[in-house]
Nanobody, 123 residues
Framework: QVQLVESGGGVVQNGDSLRLSCVAS????????LGWFRQFPGKEREFVSA????????YYADSVKGRFTISRVNDKNTVYLQMNRLKPEDTAVYYC????????????????WGQGTQVTVSS
């Protein structure tokens, strides 16, 4: 069992930066691939970024590539999402998720989910 708690969301201006954090409980954090997803009102949750267990493999949605950076510190049971050059269309609830299989874009591969953190980018 893994519990995930996100933080770092907020209200920012167009072009600003935010760093989201997700802290996981449990002793086997290093065994999990981790991902960030986001959900717009009335839409399904969509893939943003993922990172494998070692941190050597990272993956991004085209819409955030070059602006967002995912990283993890296994000793701190924490995964980060650094979001730069934010746009109003990035406004969403952001979720952290853990997968026991692989770092993937596929939502159903993620077994554990956090409660989400709201990111609002004003124009």
């Amino acid at each position: 069992q893994v519990q995930l708690v996100e933080s770092g969301g907020g209200v920012v201006q167009n072009g600003d930066s935010l760093r989201l954090s997700c802290v996981a409980s449990g002793r086997t954090f290093g065994n999990y691939a981790l991902g960030w997803f986001r959900q717009f009102p009335g839409k399904e949750r969509e893939f943003v970024s993922a990172i494998n267990w070692s941190g050597a493999g990272t993956y991004y949605a085209d819409s955030v590539k070059g602006r967002f950076t995912i990283s993890r510190v296994n000793d701190k049971n924490t995964v980060y999402l650094q979001m730069n050059r934010l746009k109003p269309e990035d406004t969403a609830v952001y979720y952290c998720a853990a997968s026991t299989t692989a770092a993937t874009r596929v939502r159903s591969e993620y077994r554990y989910w956090g409660q989400g953190t709201q990111v609002t980018v004003s124009s």
